[in-house]
């Protein structure tokens, strides 16, 4: 009897080379885990040293090994006996064999010798041992991956405690609520008595409970953040609030449960709605608000200075404003004339004040020369230009004729809204020929049915540039900007592009050019620069 042996190796050896690349893949998870976290607490360098680290460590171990051009062979003698490797091996010692697809293994007390797969052997074979029962391999690749999500789950809790501690260390900040802490510490418990449940009592009992509890372990880690309660609130600007026993602490660099306290306020009712603004934190209960300040400072009495006796405007899709402030008080006006409000100061750059049944910020840009007003019943953040002439204001003046000022001016841009819209061919293009081609690209995608909510408000940026809003609502904005990269005499290029509401990203969804001379518009189909 003859064998051609492919490889030979001692037990002891397989069961290092096992364990050594289960220690290395450990190992790889861990880092590739850990890398994760690093990203999630802002940690810039740590996570690219620890993907690397991961990527060096699995490529030197699993590199590909030389191919086996040959088989050794060797025969069996009439005592059933054969010498390799300088051995006796005795056929009588064999304990089981594997069949795969291409090889028979032979598994013997002290070592295994794989051999070319011959189907003459098996009679052969099981002279000696009987061939091992066959690999069910869709359910050891399904134990084998509900082990290795096991093994991230557990990575992934246990580099959030450890980097969450570093980063509590190095910014100076504290933990935030318990139940964040308790939640990964659970999970780590769970997995490691889940383990130790599949590999020490499984033995005893049916193997394939294992496979059950790696499954319930995996549903019970994904569920468990669910099933503790949580009472952390995030704000803007990376601020959290817990709210217990009617106090309120609010929290700054808030990473996963830890965050740096600001403060506390006593006597806050459950029904109060808390939110953030810039540097404010306001609680808004039956129509009335209650607005902190969270900048450390000195009163500024040359705040109202900034933007007295001018005049602010702004458009937000079919709702117009206008601001004017003169001796501290404010003349507002929202698509009406112009009521008179009271202005309250919050800091040294911030104001509100409450019209009709809303409340509103106004934040000075100094810089820009511009205003900010922010109006919480919509979310809504509304950039007003300072108008070209002082809105030079007497105390002998009527809101009369603020009204019929105003008034004019708002049915002047309703008149030019109705021009975009129905009359946008017959538009003089020595007066704004920018505008024509942002309304071509917009009747482009009216045509292309492209816009859920089609509206057109036609603005210049603080730089200058024109953009349009062409649809909004509560979950995204699209909007029609002039890319001042590609721009030539004879052709003009419109980026279209979509502003996601609840993550604030920005993404590109195409680009059109706009003949200046024919005004012809071309989709180029395109989402990237």
Not at 389 to 394: K, P, Q, R, V
Request: charged share 25%.
């Amino acid at each position: 009897m003859e064998l051609h042996i492919k490889e030979f190796e001692y037990q002891n050896i397989i069961k290092q080379q096992m364990y050594k690349q289960l220690a290395t893949l450990s190992l790889y998870v861990l880092l590739l885990a850990f890398a994760l976290e690093s990203i999630l607490y802002d940690f810039d360098y740590a996570w690219i040293i620890l993907f690397v680290a991961a990527m060096a460590i699995i490529n030197l171990n699993f590199r590909k090994k030389k191919k086996i051009l040959g088989y050794d062979l060797v025969y069996i003698d009439e005592d059933h006996r054969f010498f390799y490797n300088n051995t006796f091996i005795e056929m009588k010692d064999l304990q089981n064999y594997v069949v795969s697809k291409e090889t028979i293994t032979l598994n013997f007390i002290d070592y295994s010798i794989m051999i070319e797969k011959d189907e003459k052997l098996y009679d052969y074979l099981n002279q000696f041992a009987k061939n091992t029962k066959p690999i069910n391999v869709k359910k050891t690749k399904l134990f084998i991956f509900c082990m290795a999500i096991l093994v991230m789950f557990f990575s992934l809790s246990l580099g959030n405690l450890v980097l969450g501690s570093i980063y509590s260390y190095v910014n100076n900040i504290e933990m935030v609520s318990f139940s964040t802490i308790l939640i990964p510490v659970i999970q780590i418990t769970s997995i490691l008595l889940g383990v130790a449940f599949i590999f020490f009592v499984a033995k005893k009992f049916k193997k394939g409970i294992g496979l059950y509890v790696s499954l319930l372990l995996i549903i019970f880690y994904i569920a468990l953040p669910f099933i503790v309660s949580n009472d952390i609130h995030r704000l803007d600007n990376g601020r959290v609030y817990t709210r217990q026993d009617q106090k309120l602490t609010l929290y700054s660099h808030y990473k996963k449960g830890y965050g740096k306290l600001e403060r506390q306020i006593k006597n806050v009712s459950n029904k109060a709605e808390v939110g953030n603004y810039q540097s404010v934190l306001y609680l808004l209960e039956n129509q009335k608000i209650e607005v902190i300040s969270l900048e450390n400072e000195t009163k500024n009495d040359k705040l109202f200075s900034k933007i007295n006796n001018h005049m602010y405007l702004g458009t937000y899709i079919s709702s117009h404003y206008t601001l004017t402030i003169k001796d501290d008080k404010a003349y507002f006006e929202k698509n009406s004339s112009p009521e008179i409000v009271k202005l309250h100061r919050v800091n040294n750059h911030m104001l509100y004040f409450k019209y009709k049944k809303d409340y509103y910020f106004i934040y000075i840009l100094e810089k820009q020369k511009d205003i900010r007003v922010y109006e919480l019943s919509n979310n809504r953040d509304l950039k007003l230009y300072l108008a070209t002439d002082s809105f030079e204001m007497s105390d002998s003046q009527t809101s009369n004729e603020d009204t019929d000022k105003n008034e004019s001016q708002n049915q002047t841009e309703e008149s030019n809204q109705d021009t975009i819209e129905q009359e946008s061919d017959t538009t003089d293009l020595g007066n704004d020929p920018e505008r024509v081609y942002f309304e071509k690209v917009y009747n482009l995608l009216i045509a292309q049915n492209k816009l859920e909510n089609p509206c057109f408000d036609y603005q210049l940026n603080a730089k200058g540039y024109p953009y349009a809003v062409v649809s909004t609502n509560d979950e995204y904005t699209l909007s029609l900007v002039f890319n001042k990269y590609k721009n030539n005499d004879e052709d003009y290029e419109i980026v279209l592009e979509k502003y996601i509401k609840k993550t604030s990203t920005l993404s590109l969804v195409d680009f059109y050019l706009v003949n200046t001379k024919t005004l012809e518009v071309t989709d180029q189909q395109r989402d990237y620069w």
